[in-house]
């Protein structure tokens, strides 16, 4: 009971329904990559002035984000906490944050196949500190301007509260 074995991989090729529905996105792709990236740009601008903030980078030569989500990394040495203080603090606040990207040792289907999700982990001390301490992610997808406003708002609220042992 409560034991399940190695998931089965499905078909997910879509429909010819879904096709149309997806070229009708593909249309709108760049403007919503405009937005998203007008959005980054704001919340870069008000985060690079925060102490304890790490935005991430923009366009460089080699790089063109299309900002599926926001990166935001906090430096518990100065904010005197890590990033699971800010991310419950953000929820308190009712700002949505999002762990993405965990490493693949922490999914279930690898413990389902037998390997030790904490030897693993003691492997990879970098992936760990990254994780668990530093990083979250923003949704950019269509907030209005008083939306990204106010989430920007409440990050650095919470930041502050954070340095302030609060």
């Not at 030569?61 to 800010?86: C, K, M, N, R």
């Amino acid at each position: 009971p409560g034991k399940r074995g190695p998931f089965a991989a499905g078909n997910y090729s879509s429909t010819e329904i879904q096709a149309v529905c997806l070229l009708s996105q593909i249309a709108r792709l760049e403007s919503i990559i405009a937005k998203r990236r007008e959005r980054a740009e704001y919340l870069t601008a008000r985060f690079s002035e925060v102490e304890g903030l790490i935005t991430p980078p923009g366009n460089t030569d080699e790089i063109t984000p299309t900002w599926h989500l926001y990166l935001l990394q906090v430096d518990p040495a100065i904010t005197g906490s890590d990033v699971q203080t800010f991310k419950a603090k953000l929820t308190e606040k009712g700002v949505t944050n999002i762990p993405h990207f965990g490493p693949m040792y922490k999914f279930d289907v690898c413990r389902q196949l037998g390997y030790d999700a904490d030897e693993i982990a003691a492997t990879c001390p970098v992936t760990e500190e990254v994780f668990n301490h530093r990083f979250t992610h923003l949704p950019l997808y269509p907030l209005t301007d008083e939306q990204v406003e106010m989430m920007a708002d409440r990050v650095i609220e919470a930041v502050e509260e954070m340095k302030r042992g609060a």
